[in-house]
């Protein structure tokens, strides 16, 4: 598996070739956002405990759209009791800005893409682990 930084690195650089349709590059994204990110947060030994539920109710998701591809891709972890799904509860959720720009996560941090290269302009919580 290859490292959360590259992951993020290469959804960042597709986001400029963003369309809605399921095109090669989407597809890739697409891979990116929905598995290979939420694997990598899975695979972080201690974020339940860190976020103070059981490792049981952890969720790792990501999404792209349903249907035609969104502008706007993400993956986000939670408590599965307490927020079943993205429009219900707290969670914590990585955003990719659409021009691949910038990458934020919710009370968590902002990562600025400079040179393929990541700067931390915030450093909060669940961010560090980076």
Do not use: H
Not at 97 to 117: H, I, N, Q
Request: proline share 4%.
């Amino acid at each position: 598996m290859s490292s959360i930084r590259d992951d993020i690195g290469e959804i960042a650089s597709l986001q400029s070739l963003w369309t809605s349709k399921n095109t090669v590059d989407m597809q890739r994204r697409g891979l990116l956002v929905r598995r290979d990110g939420p694997a990598w947060l899975k695979e972080l030994g201690g974020l339940a405990s860190a976020i103070g539920i059981p490792s049981d109710d952890l969720i790792c998701e990501g999404s792209d759209g349903t249907g035609q591809k969104t502008e706007i891709p993400w993956f986000r972890f939670a408590s599965r009791d307490r927020s079943p799904n993205a429009r219900t509860g707290w969670y914590c959720v990585y955003l990719f800005e659409a021009m691949g720009d910038t990458v934020s996560s919710s009370g968590a941090g902002l990562y600025r893409l400079d040179r393929k290269r990541f700067q931390t302009e915030a450093n909060f919580g669940p961010v560090e682990l980076l």
